[in-house]
């Protein structure tokens, strides 16, 4: 697959600027994993070491004593598992409730919103099992509504999480929410989820790669897979420092999917741009005057949604939507947008400080749902993709049911119907920019609409 963006996007020698990176430098011997230097032969391959990548390798060596390397072309975390926005929240596809059942059926909703719920429940069970210092913050997710008018649509949303997910939530009025610590003039009540919290995600990134060496995986950064070519039964990745001979191999590149991937996969994906800012720490009078305590996640209604939440040391992370191509000059134009829409959502931080602006590559796919499986043209490859900007839980989920597929402890079939898709193709994959400037075109209008 081509790169669909600026190149400064898939530079792995640019610092990445996000204000987790700047609280990591003190862990910098950890993210020093060696090149791949020699030609070696293993069992698995894997692309990537993102959240994907690194459960799906700590959970073969781990739970399987599988011999399993890991080929990453920056450091592990460099992608967008190591700059979101750490919401380890519900959510892989971008489908409305009444889509998801007029797809798959009640019954297979049902399923997958318990594989969701797993799926956050196992991302505090991999920190706790492995030690790892996450920085956990929150109760739950909250859904504010944007609009008076989205409070409806919120209350469907209750009754269907309670009655088909079995997820504890509750509807707070603007009074309600107010009291539970979260005040905006552009946000009109909301819906408290019981499952998701915050995280830090290159922690939990880093954390990953240092449980899944020290439990017998290889990782190998700086090493970009440049082509893969088949020989036999052996797939043979090749990389400027020699080449790695698997029998199987694990895509887990998302919205970074570019050279070395087959383009067959890559055609199947497309890369969207997601910003975040964050502030400097906020004082607890400047906390009190805009009405805001609460540490759990929060996102709205929007179509094209914002996202924030208060981080450990009360800095404001805010998120949205990047642009369609990702030079410099757009970055520093959707910093402005951004700056403004965070002032206008919370009056009294307009003059507060920016301390760090970055963006990244999340990923969606033609059918909306997230996609993890093997290739039917050749069932030795694995993937796990599209996490339609809810990978931090689901990407968890996907690289332990990959690790659980390669050595045949589950099937498939074992998945609700919602994972169990296979991946669709995009109906003319180049153009994919188009879809995308015209899906921001009309959910534009649409957030527009009372
Ligand atoms: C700004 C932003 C905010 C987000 N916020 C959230 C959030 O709050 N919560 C949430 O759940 N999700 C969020 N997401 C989405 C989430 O980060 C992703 O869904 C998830 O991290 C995907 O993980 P991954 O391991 O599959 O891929 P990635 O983390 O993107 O990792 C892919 C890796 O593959 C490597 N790679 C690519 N090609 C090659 C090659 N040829 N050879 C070797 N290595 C290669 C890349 O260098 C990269 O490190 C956000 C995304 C962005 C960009």
Redesign the pocket.
């Given at each position: 697959m081509s790169r669909l963006y600026h190149p400064i996007l898939y530079d792995?020698s640019l610092p990445v600027r996000s204000y987790w990176e700047s609280l990591a430098t003190r862990q910098s011997d950890e993210l020093d994993y060696p090149p791949f230097s020699q030609s070696q032969t293993c069992e698995v391959a894997i692309?990537?070491?993102?959240?994907?990548?690194?459960t799906a390798a700590l959970h073969l060596a781990r739970d399987f004593g599988t011999n399993a390397y890991i080929?990453?072309?920056?450091?592990?975390?460099?992608?967008?598992?190591?700059?979101?926005?750490?919401?380890?929240?519900v959510g892989a596809a971008n489908l409305s409730n009444q889509q998801l059942i007029k797809r798959f059926g009640r019954a297979e909703t049902a399923r997958y919103y318990q594989e969701q719920r797993q799926a956050v429940d196992w991302v505090r069970q991999l920190a706790t099992d492995e030690a790892i210092e996450i920085d956990a913050q929150g109760d739950g997710t909250l859904v504010v509504a944007h609009r008076s008018s989205r409070l409806a649509e919120l209350e469907g949303e209750q009754e269907f999480l309670t009655a088909i997910a079995h997820y504890p939530c509750q509807l707070w009025s603007q009074a309600a929410l107010a009291d539970h610590g979260f005040r905006s003039p552009e946000v009109y009540g909301a819906l408290h989820i019981g499952v998701g919290f915050g995280l830090n995600?290159l922690r939990y990134?880093q954390g990953l790669a240092r449980a899944a060496v020290q439990r017998g995986a290889t990782l190998c950064a700086r090493?970009?897979?440049?082509a893969w070519e088949k020989d036999g039964d052996w797939h043979l990745l090749h990389?400027s420092g020699g080449t790695l001979r698997a029998k199987r191999v694990v895509i887990?590149?998302?919205?970074?999917?570019?050279?070395?991937?087959p383009s067959d996969v890559g055609d199947r994906l497309l890369p969207v741009?997601?910003?975040?800012v964050t502030t400097r720490p906020l004082t607890p009078t400047e906390l009190e005057a805009q009405g805001w305590q609460t540490e759990t996640?929060i996102y709205d209604t929007r179509h094209l949604l914002f996202?924030y939440r208060l981080l450990q040391d009360n800095r404001l992370l805010f998120?949205s939507r990047?642009g369609t191509w990702g030079s410099e000059q757009e970055g520093d134009r959707y910093r402005r947008w951004m700056v403004r829409r965070l002032g206008e959502m919370f009056p009294a931080w307009q003059a507060v400080e920016i301390t760090h602006c970055?963006?990244?590559?999340?990923?969606v796919s033609a059918d909306r749902t997230f996609h993890v499986g093997q290739l039917a043209a050749d069932p030795t490859v694995y993937y796990?993709?599209a996490?339609?900007?809810?990978?931090?839980?689901?990407?968890t989920w996907?690289?332990r049911a990959i690790a659980h597929l390669v050595t045949g402890k589950e099937q498939v079939a074992d998945w609700s119907a919602v994972a169990r898709q296979p991946l669709p193709r995009f109906l003319l994959p180049g153009l994919r920019k188009g879809y995308l400037r015209l899906g921001y075109a009309v959910g534009e209008v649409k957030d527009r609409m009372v």
């Open positions: 792995r692309i990537g070491a993102g959240i994907t990548g690194l080929l990453e072309a920056g450091r592990p975390g460099w992608g967008a598992s190591g700059r979101n926005g750490g919401f380890c929240c995600p990134c090493s970009p897979v440049a990389t887990a590149t998302n919205g970074y999917t570019a050279d070395g991937v741009i997601s910003n975040i996640p996202y998120g990047g970055w963006n990244g590559l999340a990923c796990g993709l996490y339609h900007g809810s990978g931090v839980a689901t990407g996907s690289g």
